[in-house]
């Protein structure tokens, strides 16, 4: 059986939630939701560690934090792991190419694949090496070739990647980079089916080193957006600028867990902003989502202009989410749903057997979770260096496998110490562990996380409290910090954004 092409569709800072398709009140996702109905739609889907570094090395890796090292968000730590995905799949024969957002270092780090077009879209890290300041940013040069504007950037409208404010794309739509992503996949694609054609090439190694007419691909697409700036072409900006949306929801424990603040900052995590800025927040946000979910569609028309679409896996997953306002929190990092819960959508040729139309929630799936259901697709074997799962027996419609985890732990530094947080995609525990503060809330009855059950002093919540404060002793014992003594939790404990025991092999 000829192995399949593999498409592994890579969106930065998008919910789990935002896809019309999945009942979302206000974006419009028509072409996203039309693939989702070809396969698998994961609705329990989680970033262990939310926010893009940590994110990346999990989707990279197939690792758990615990196993790459990464709890917290820090640049300029070089990532120099053996194993990658992208490795994997070009020593088994695959040819294999990244455009756009890797965020590694150094910028230009490969990550096993043959090629990379880079876009990373962060500001002073991705127009140059912080260090020597040379130019790293392959978008940024084709920009500055297309528009014979020698000192033309990205950010000359002047707003920023962390901040609220919104407004459209100043340039034609093609200059976007959402746009140059898919224009850039669409190069490759075209390009590989040439090479195919004419019987050229070595086939990059593997199985015998098969020629090029046999050779599959590896492309990996990356979106910088929807993450900020919000800067979408004007006609999406301005379906949603003055669409009626329902206020974000705001926990019955906001202030309690997090403070009163009345922050009107524009990067602001934590913020009280007026209605018309958040307005705007949440029109540039979806309006990225809906110029994503055309391109997106491009890029699967080309697919099946070029015949390739049949042979193709196709993967949509996104690091994290980004919390909008619900509960007044902004950006991600944070255990709730708005931002630790994630996309993952999968489609397979029909030779693998993946169901159609189907939506699995009965199992919780994590960013690590890709790479060995991308080497299975494949055929090849996955390392033992890998903490993932394949997915691909529920994309088949099979039962949760034995072994499969009975809940996900999660983490990330933040001020005053790290948060931890343990789902089974029922019910959800936080722990805070620089005070000791916790959370539980019922997901299946409170999906929106209004209702910390640990604040009701009722027998039954203090139980299930005590119950899954254990589980989380259980995940962080034998950590290095220190997060727990005789088999229980201890807060004030200091982290950092790397676990010590492996800072040093990053």
Known sequence: MPRPNILLISVDQW?????????????????????????????RAYSATPTCIPARAALLLGQSQERHGRVGYRDGVPWDYPTTLAGELTAGGYRTQAVGKMHVYPERNPMGFQDVALHDGFLHFARRNHRDLTEVDDYLAWLREETGDPTADYADHGIDCNSVVARPWPREERLHPTNWVVSRSIEFLREHTAGRGEGGG?????????GAEEQPFFLMA???????????????????????????????????MWGAHASTAADAPVARYDAR????????????????????????????????????????????????????????????????????LLSTPEQLGGRRGQVRGDAVVELRDVMP????????????????????????GEPVP??????????????????????????????????????LFDLAADPTELHDLARAATPANQERVALWRGRTAEALDGRPEG??????????????????????TC
């Open 202 to 210: 070595d086939g990059g190694g593997g199985e015998g080193g098969e």
């Open 15 to 43: 919910r789990g939630d935002a896809f019309s398709g999945a009942g979302h009140p206000v974006v419009m996702t028509p072409y996203l939701d039309q693939w989702a109905a070809t396969g698998t739609r994961f609705s």
């Open 277 to 344: 800025t958040l307005q705007r927040a949440r029109a540039g946000y979806y309006g990225h989502m809906s110029h994503i979910d055309q391109q997106i569609n491009r890029l699967l028309e080309e697919l099946t202009s070029l015949g390739l679409r049949e042979d193709t896996v196709v993967c949509l997953v996104a690091d994290h989410g980004e919390l909008m306002g619900d509960h007044h929190l902004f950006r991600k990092s944070l255990p709730y749903e708005g931002s630790a819960r994630i996309p993952f």
């Open 483 to 504: 997060f727990v003594k005789d088999g229980a939790l201890v807060a004030g404990v200091p982290v950092g954004a790397l676990i010590p025991s492996v800072a040093d």
């Open 373 to 396: 259901t991308l080497l299975e697709c494949a055929g090849l074997p996955v390392p033992d260096s890998v903490d993932g799962r394949s997915v691909l027996p529920l994309h088949r």
């Open 222 to 256: 990356s979106f910088h957006r929807p993450h900020p700036p919000y800067d979408p072409p004007a006609w999406a900006f301005e379906q949603y600028v003055h669409q009626p949306m329902p206020e974000p929801p705001v926990g019955d424990w906001a202030e309690e």
């Open 402 to 439: 034995d072994g499969w985890r009975p809940w996900l732990h999660g983490e990330h530094t933040h001020i005053g110490g790290d948060v931890h947080y343990l789902t089974d995609g029922r019910e959800k525990y936080v722990w805070r562990s620089g005070d000791g503060a916790e959370q």
